[in-house]
């Protein structure tokens, strides 16, 4: 198991995921400037939640790539990567079940989320994340739903499934506990692996 992990500390594969996350980042920005337009300038930071996400985990590898950790945020990476990944493969999925036509656009969406949730747990054993930086996080993501299914700045599905948007925000509740959980079992409890970084 060890070795499986050392292959995560090398250099080149931290490099290449900094490079692959941070188009993504701008992409994943780039995907949401027709909700941006139009949201209230009070939301704006609730809105583009995937792209926040793997904003998150890049500073998470910068830090990695310089020997360090940096706890608060790999809370913040770990927990939002998990929960917006599996939720935009669930939307996609979903939207397909209910009649929408999948374009390629889908699937792409549904591979990359997909492996935004997969990095988060991949690197589970390296984190250092406290209890409290997970209650924080907790707080946030929390709140984030209030705002999205209180205030309707959930980002967009497909029309198909507009019709039940109640059903999708308590799912995303609980896709919150879940991920919560799940990061408390990779990131707080268990053996740790050091960030020794290999050429």
């Keep these: 198991m060890t ?26 920005y780039y995907w949401y400037k027709g909700q941006l337009a139009i949201t209230p300038p009070q939301f704006l930071i609730f809105v583009p939640d995937s792209p926040t996400a793997s904003l998150f985990f890049l500073f998470v590898l910068l830090a990695f790539l310089k020997g360090k950790n940096w ?17 935009a493969v669930a939307m996609n999925i979903g939207a397909g079940i209910m009649g929408s036509t999948l374009s390629w656009q889908n699937y792409m969406l549904i591979l990359s989320h997909l492996g935004m949730a997969i990095q988060a747990v991949l690197y589970g054993p390296f984190y250092r994340i406290k209890s409290w930086h997970l209650i924080v996080v907790s707080v946030w993501v929390i709140h984030n739903e209030m705002i999205d299914y ?6 967009w599905v497909a029309s198909s499934l507009v019709p039940y ?10 896709l919150s506990i ?3 959980f799940t990061v ?15 050429s």
């Design 150 to 155: 209180l205030y309707g700045m959930y980002p």
């Design 178 to 180: 879940f991920s919560i």
């Design 3 to 28: 070795n499986v992990f050392s292959f995560f500390r090398q250099r080149w594969v931290l490099s290449s995921l900094l490079i692959i996350n941070f188009f993504g980042t701008i992409y994943g």
């Design 165 to 174: 948007i109640h059903h999708i925000g308590y799912f995303t509740f609980w």
């Design 184 to 198: 408390y079992m990779i990131g707080v409890r268990g053996d740790r692996f050091t960030m020794n970084i290999k």
């Design 71 to 87: 706890g608060l945020l790999e809370a913040f990476a770990a927990v939002t990567l998990i929960k917006y990944g599996l939720w």
